[in-house]
């Protein structure tokens, strides 16, 4: 029985990850204890802001972590890089053998030398002797609470660093932020998709009733996503639109954090990926969206499908593998990954 198996041997794939969100909080300890002793923060210490253990935070208090502690935190290039080496280590000790990484630009000192930063970060930790096995992509997010000019921006970014690490292009932010600001990003995803064929589109959709009506969705299916998170607050015809897809779309789905943030009824047994991670018309991928809030890592996703869906050896590796075809990487990446994921 899938019980038994080693979730975290088993190579994965996490395309669902927010840098910020997957900082551990010893590494935001440590970049506290620096800039606590250089008189640099007058921040609380992250480990009372967020004590181990606590992961219970809902959508009312999850957003302001990051823009009233971790942003505060992590404010410049050391603690940027610092942050995103820690990220990439916990994410390799883990068993993940391929990451999209998605972080929202930040002016760090400029919105481009902060994703420049993070590419570094990710090379220098590609070129460790012997390497790991882990390879990392990024995508740029789009926070929805932001204006268009700022989103614009971001689809800038992805032109200046697509074919340098930066394969796609995410919709994401606060759920509560009204669907009518949405309408003014219609032009930058079909901008992205007219421009840059080949660049990932991956939206955040339906995560809150008020993010689910059929207005905010029809927009959302009418940039043509690739890939969709979250898919909880659904009406019957949004379903239909899904499974209708022309393109088999990819479903990132975070047990953990939907269940921490009480954002389904249920717990794990009530969670939609028993819904959908038979359906044929779409492919279903686990993602962590932020292990150092919700503490689950991707291994622990595995365990507890296999535990509350029971999925036996067979499709666990079937789930895992199944995340190949999703991915925003490339041929050459998916070669190496049908090479090294288990059969
Ligand atoms: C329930 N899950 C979620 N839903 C929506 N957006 C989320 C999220 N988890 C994280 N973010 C988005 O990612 C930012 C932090 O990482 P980066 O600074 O971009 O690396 C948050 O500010 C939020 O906008």
């Not at 969100?21 to 506290?32: A, E, F, K, T």
């Not at 895992?320 to 288990?342: C, H, Q, S, V, Y």
């Amino acid at each position: 029985m899938s019980r038994m198996m080693d979730f975290k041997a088993l190579p994965k794939i996490e395309l669902h990850a927010h840098l910020s969100g997957s900082i551990s909080r010893q590494c935001l300890h440590d970049v506290w204890v620096k800039k606590h002793q250089a008189g640099e923060t007058t921040l609380e210490d992250p480990l009372i802001q967020m004590p181990l253990g606590k992961h219970d935070y809902d959508l009312e208090t999850f957003f302001p972590l990051f823009s009233s502690y971790i942003y505060h935190l992590v404010n410049d290039p050391w603690s940027l890089r610092y942050t995103t080496l820690s990220v990439l280590a916990d994410f390799v000790a883990d068993g993940v053998v391929y990451l999209e990484l998605r972080t929202t630009p930040r002016a760090l000192p400029t919105h481009e030398e902060y994703v420049q930063a993070i590419l570094d970060a990710i090379a220098e930790f590609e070129a460790q002797v012997p390497p790991p096995k882990l390879r990392t992509k990024l995508i740029l997010s789009i926070d929805r609470r932001n204006p268009p000019a700022t989103a614009f921006s971001v689809l800038s970014l992805c032109r200046k660093f697509y074919g340098h690490g930066v394969v796609g292009l995410d919709l994401c932010g606060d759920p509560a932020s009204p669907t009518s600001l949405l309408h003014s990003f219609t032009p930058i995803f079909s901008a992205a998709r007219s421009s840059l064929p080949n660049l990932g589109i991956t939206l955040h959709f339906a995560e809150a009733s008020c993010s689910g009506t059929d207005q905010e969705l029809d927009l959302l299916l009418s940039w043509r996503p690739d890939r969709i998170g979250h898919v909880i607050h659904l009406s019957d015809k949004i379903r239909q639109r899904i499974k209708d897809c022309d393109k088999k779309i990819g479903l990132e789905l975070c047990l953990s954090c939907n269940v921490h943030a009480n954002m389904i009824t249920g717990g794990f047994e009530g969670h939609h990926f028993g819904e959908w991670w038979k359906v044929p018309e779409t492919i279903v991928t686990l993602g962590t969206d932020d292990v150092g809030v919700f503490g689950s890592p991707l291994s622990n996703e595995y365990a507890l499908v296999a535990k509350h869906f029971g999925l036996t050896q067979q499709e666990i590796c079937d789930l895992a593998r199944k995340g190949i075809d999703i991915i925003f990487g490339g041929d050459e990446e998916k070669e190496r990954l049908r090479k090294i994921m288990w059969t």
